[in-house]
Each structure stands twice: as C-alpha cells, then as structure tokens.
C-alpha cells in the first residue's frame, strides 16, 4: 500500500510534489483530479479552495497548499535538502519564496486572468504578467549555477522546472537566457523528472 498518495494532474502543481517523493525513494499512489472534479462539492471536502495539489498523508491527513507540502517533506525527509544553518538551506528558502510569491503568481495571473479582471481588461492583465514574469526570469537566470541547488538539482530545482512548463511564450521565457535554457535541457532528461513526466505519458518533459 501506497505511503503518501498525491491528488493533481501531470503539469500542474503537483508535478514538483512527485518529484521530491520520487526522490525519496517511497511509494506513493498519484490520483488525477480533472478540472471539473475539483470544482464539485466532492473535492471541495479536501480543498475548499478547489486547487491540487493535495499531499494526503499516511495517517490520512491532508496538507493543501504548495509551500505547505515542501515544507512537509523537506521536514519528513530531510536528506532532500541540504542541512540546517547552511547557506545553501537558507537560499533553498529564499528561492521557494521568490517563486511562490511572484513567479507563480505572475503565471497564475496569465493562465487564469478571469480572477483577477473583467473580461475587457484580460489584455492588459496578461501583458503586465508577461512583463513582471520577465522580471523573475531574469532573476532565476542570474542564481542557475547550473542548478539553483548547485552542481546537482534540489528541492527548489523541480519546482522551478515545473514552472517552466507553464511559460505562454517559451521563445520569451529562453530569450538571452542560456543558462535557464540549459537548465531546462538537464532537468528534462534528469532520471526523476523523466520518470515522473513518462508516468503520466508525457515524453521528454514537454
């Protein structure tokens, strides 16, 4: 029997969550939720807010929320990151903020623009998006050294690959950005992500 179970789709928010459990080396069950399950009053019982991904825990608890569940697992399995009091924990922290608070944002803004404004004013939404995105790309870019953990991906990596995946204009997003380029082109082929990405039949990490 599966330890963890994760409740997401393949390139969403829970791509990441796979990830760090893959890297763990434990069992865990994915279940698919499609977009219109998560708006049914099923779902809603796990997630009010009708967002995946869900990290459903061993004793059964559920824990919603990205940062929630990177912290859960950084916490459970500590051997993810690196150790506590180094400077690279601490830039571990500071990349997961930068992303959670204005990169997915900037991208949530795009893809989901009916949030935030009238139908009218979607243009102008999406193009400041587009315009502030810009902004943390470039500030990924300058921190890549390959990888934001290092010479080897960690815990912030798959979250900032799996916020690749989801850039409206990927020519933009590579644009005099060689190193967020190859990054893309290590993590692709990187055996966790592969395995992630062809369990849900999606070759090459597309």
């Given at each position: 029997?599966?330890?963890y179970?994760?409740?997401?789709?393949?390139?969403?928010?829970?791509?990441?969550?796979?990830?760090?459990?893959r890297?763990?080396?434990?069992?865990?069950?994915?279940?698919?939720?499609?977009?219109g399950?998560?708006?049914?009053?099923e779902?809603?019982?796990v997630?009010?807010?009708a967002?995946?991904?869900?990290?459903?825990l061993?004793?059964?608890?559920?824990?919603?929320?990205?940062?929630?569940?990177?912290?859960h697992?950084?916490?459970r399995f500590p051997?993810?990151a690196?150790?506590e009091?180094?400077?690279?924990?601490?830039?571990?922290?500071q990349?997961?903020?930068v992303?959670?608070?204005?990169?997915?944002?900037?991208?949530?803004?795009?893809?989901?623009?009916?949030?935030?404004?009238?139908?009218?004013?979607?243009?102008g939404?999406?193009?400041?998006?587009m315009?502030?995105?810009?902004?943390?790309?470039?500030?990924m870019e300058s921190?890549l050294v390959?990888?934001?953990?290092?010479?080897?991906p960690?815990?912030?990596?798959?979250?900032?690959f799996?916020i690749?995946?989801?850039?409206p204009?990927?020519?933009?997003?590579?644009a005099?950005?060689?190193?967020?380029?190859a990054?893309?082109d290590?993590?692709?082929v990187?055996?966790?992500?592969?395995t992630?990405?062809?369990?849900?039949?999606?070759p090459?990490?597309s």
């Open positions: 029997m599966a330890e179970k994760v409740m997401g789709r393949s390139v969403a928010g829970s791509f990441f969550v796979e990830c760090l459990l890297e763990t080396g434990i069992d865990y069950e994915f279940i698919h939720i499609s977009r399950h998560s708006k049914s009053e779902f809603a019982a997630n009010p807010f967002r995946i991904p869900v990290l459903v061993p004793d059964g608890r559920q824990i919603i929320e990205t940062v929630a569940i990177f912290i697992l950084i916490e051997r993810l690196p150790a009091g180094t400077v690279e924990r601490d830039l571990m922290w990349h997961l903020a992303m959670a608070t204005s990169l997915y944002p900037a991208m949530h803004r795009y893809h989901h623009t009916h949030y935030y404004a009238p139908e009218e004013m979607f243009d939404v999406r193009d400041k998006a315009i502030d995105g810009d902004r943390w790309w470039d500030y921190q390959p990888f934001l953990g290092g010479t080897a960690g815990p912030a990596d798959f979250y900032l799996m690749t995946r989801w850039a204009d990927r020519d933009r997003m590579l005099d950005r060689p190193r967020l380029a990054f893309i290590n993590m692709r990187y055996p966790t992500v592969d992630v990405t062809q369990s849900h039949g999606r090459g990490g």
